[in-house]
Antibody, heavy 119, light 108 residues
């Protein structure tokens, strides 16, 4: 079964850090680009970051640029998001998603991990 | 950044009716890179349509997509009870990839 499982969320103070992980299974991980997408409570979807199959091409939303770092370990079938200098407005459910290798659409999603930034 | 504006915000319909959802872009989007997702409460989004009009694996043929340039449409030909959800359009041809704000399809 093709699956993505996120972990690492939690409650953190403003200015703090968290590292999210996304474990992939059921497909050849290093064939695919990967994405992080977040959803604030009762709000819509916001693309956060993306990485190509080997980490050679990376992009960030302006809202997180300079604070978040995406990475991947193909040997461990895992995607990561290092989140530093967290702000209250980063509070959201964070999803990892697979980008289909030919179309680029986000065809597989995890169930998400919740990040709450609060004092 | 390409801004996607979805309308209406909420669509109140009965099962069996036709739903037409609109997505308008602030600048031209390549038809190859326009997608639609469905999200139900407490669930992750699910890919419905990619490349404007191609159905993702397992998506029933009552879902169809169309459009070009700056105007795109998702049509659900006959609403089934499981189709009541929030729908998002997305462009993934120009970074940053962006989503519309969503259209909620609710039971009338």
């Amino acid at each position: 079964e093709v699956q993505l499982v996120e972990s690492g969320g939690g409650v953190v103070r403003p200015g703090g850090s968290l590292r999210l992980s996304c474990a992939a299974s059921g497909f050849t991980f290093d064939d695919y680009a990967m994405r992080w997408v977040r959803q604030a409570p009762e709000k819509g979807l916001e693309w956060v970051s993306g990485i190509n199959w080997n980490g050679g091409s990376i992009g960030y939303a302006d809202s997180v640029k300079g604070r978040f770092t995406i990475s991947r370990d193909n040997a461990k079938n895992s995607l990561y998001l290092q989140m530093n200098s967290l702000r209250v407005e980063d509070t959201a459910l964070y999803y990892c998603a697979r980008a289909h290798y030919t179309t680029g659409a986000f065809d597989i999603w995890g169930q998400g991990t919740m990040v709450t930034v609060s004092s | 950044e390409i801004v996607l504006t979805q309308s209406p915000g909420t669509l109140s319909l009965s099962p069996g009716e036709r739903a037409t959802l609109s997505c308008r872009a602030s600048q031209s989007v390549s038809s190859s890179y326009l997608a639609w997702y469905q999200q139900k409460p407490g669930q992750a989004p699910r890919l419905l349509i990619y490349g404007t009009s191609s159905r993702a694996t397992g998506i029933p043929d009552r879902f169809s997509g169309s459009g070009s340039g700056t105007d795109f449409t998702l049509t659900i030909s006959r609403l089934e009870p499981e189709d009541f959800a929030v729908y998002y359009c997305q462009q993934y041809g120009s970074s940053p990839w962006t989503f519309g704000q969503g259209t909620k399809v609710e039971i009338k």
